[in-house]
């Protein structure tokens, strides 16, 4: 358990952790020519909807409700995907705060005219943001890592969101600076 999702909170009781496979889980689609771009590979925004769409079924399986997309990070595409090949993208909660959780995501492709195993052609990690019927933030259980493998992942996603926060915060006092001294963005 991390030292955020360990946290309690005096107005909500202490909601019950949850294990990482508990909401795990893996989207797969064939690739067709409509999802092709100029290239004839698969369009990248088309992998990018499918790694939201399996990070989003995630986050909303472990909070329990809702959940919205907050940020994306470090998606990478790793090779080409070709019509016809059958992607597997595979999603898990790596980290939780109070009302927000990191969901890591691979993407894999089998290669329709090879027999070798399934290829890692992408990666991702995203957050997002439990959310009540009023689109207000909610609180999320607790992540609760089985595996030195999930231990792992918890403490990486600690440092995206150090980092994620440390840029942000720099930014923000960059354009106070700028504002400051009398410069329009």
Known sequence: ???????????????????????????????????????GTVHGGVIM???????????????GGPAVTAS????????????????????????????????GVRVLAERWNESAPATQVGSAYLV??????????????PVLPETERDKRRCQEAQIRRTHRLAR???IMELRERRAAEGFED
């Open 72 to 103: 994306m990070d470090e998606m990478a595409f790793l090779e080409p995907v070709r019509v016809g090949d059958l992607v597997h993208v595979k999603a898990q909660v790596n980290w939780t705060g109070r009302t927000s959780m990191e969901v």
């Open 1 to 39: 358990m991390t030292e955020q999702a360990s946290v309690a909170d005096p107005e909500t009781p202490d909601i019950p952790g949850k294990p990482t496979s508990a909401s795990r889980t893996t989207l797969s689609h064939i690739m067709t020519h409509n999802d092709t771009n100029l290239l």
């Open 49 to 63: 909807k499918l790694v939201d769409d399996a990070a989003g079924a995630v986050a909303g399986r472990h909070s």
């Open 168 to 170: 942000r915060r720099a």
């Open 128 to 141: 997002f943001a439990a959310v009540d019927a009023d689109g207000k933030p909610r609180r999320v259980p």
